[in-house]
């Protein structure tokens, strides 16, 4: 099992920062993906922003060039730098980790509230 712990979220004002980070617990598993997803009132989950095991990275398009998604290997953490945040990015962010083991198995962290005013 990996126990994920989120922190960060909160209550800011249109154009403003935030920065979330999730730290996944010890654990024998190896991490290869973790990702961060979000979900709005009354919408699907979807997904935000994705780092690989070499680093590479993806983004929803709606956020590209104002979030930016970081990990630390060796502490097993990922990291979501928001900024110019806007009221559409409102909404409860999840993290999620994915192992290398076959088949892949999947984690979810218990969500933090974003909510951007305008």
């Known amino acids: 099992q990996v126990q994920l712990v989120e922190s960060g979220g909160g209550l800011v004002q249109a154009g403003g920062s935030l920065r979330l980070s999730c730290a996944a617990s010890?654990?024998?598993?190896?991490?290869?993906?973790m990702g961060w997803y979000r979900q709005a009132p009354g919408k699907q989950r979807e997904l935000v922003a994705i780092?690989?095991?070499?680093?590479?990275?993806n983004y929803r398009d709606s956020v590209k060039g104002r979030f930016t998604i970081s990990r630390d290997h060796a502490k097993n953490t990922v990291h979501l730098q928001m900024n110019s945040l806007k009221p559409e990015d409102t909404g409860v962010y999840y993290c999620?980790?994915?192992?290398?083991?076959?088949?892949?198995?999947?984690?979810w962290g218990q969500g933090t509230q974003v909510t951007v005013s305008s």
């Open positions: 999620k980790v994915q192992t290398v083991t076959f088949p892949p198995r999947e984690f």
């Open positions: 010890q654990t024998m598993l190896v991490i290869n993906t």
């Open positions: 780092i690989f095991g070499g680093s590479s990275t």
